[in-house]
């Protein structure tokens, strides 16, 4: 996505939102779920590439009638040596969503960033494949960071924000009912995504 598009799409933000964050590199997303209202807040100043391409596909409506998809629940996810506990998005294209380059896989032993319960994070396959799917964690995850089991290239995943409203939300989705495939039954439609506040400069520039 262009800054400038970013820019102008952020400014019609700002002047529709009723309050600032009290840190303007950490922008919040609203995401209107059929389950409820989850509120994450962004972390551009430790994981600006992921912010930034997360913040392009809200401002242009991709993650609109996107969905949670899927959930993984560490009680019956015993076939992997790490089980983890998270939900995961997509826009209406899916997961493998190809409409846009994918990004720099910012490792969180780069930024500092773990996945704690609330963390927010870019689903991927390889290192640097990740475009618009995204996850949230609802328990504590190390093995999700740099050096954990998980993936088995030992990279980790990308968090870049975490919940700050509606955790519990999350929580209720991933023990919805779902697939041996770990596959939603039925999604949790996305009906909106929606940036409440100015685009940090890293986003703009």
Aim: with cysteine; proline share 8%.
């Amino acid at each position: 996505m262009r800054p400038k598009a970013i820019l102008a799409a952020a400014l019609l933000a700002l002047a529709n939102c009723a309050s600032l964050p009290a840190d303007p590199a950490r922008p919040r997303v609203v995401l209107d779920t059929t389950a409820g209202r989850i509120v994450l807040a962004l972390d551009a100043a430790a994981a600006p590439i992921s912010t930034c391409n997360f913040i392009g596909y809200v401002v242009f409506g991709d993650y609109d009638n996107g969905s949670f998809f899927r959930t993984v629940v560490r009680e019956t996810n015993t076939a992997n040596p790490n089980p983890i506990d998270v939900i995961q998005a997509a826009t209406p294209r899916g997961s493998d969503d190809d409409s846009r380059p994918p990004i720099v896989l910012e490792r969180t032993r780069d930024t500092g960033l773990r996945h704690l319960a609330g963390t927010v994070s870019m689903a991927r396959g390889a290192p640097d494949s990740a475009t618009s799917s995204f996850f949230i964690v609802t328990q504590d995850t190390p093995s999700l960071d740099f050096g954990g089991g998980r993936n088995p290239d030992g990279q980790g995943f990308a968090a870049f924000g975490k919940v700050v409203e509606g955790l519990d939300v999350a929580r209720r989705i991933q023990r919805m009912p779902a697939d041996d495939a770990e596959q939603l039954t039925p999604p949790v439609t996305i009906r909106s995504a929606r940036l409440l506040d100015a685009a940090p400069a890293a986003c703009t520039q």
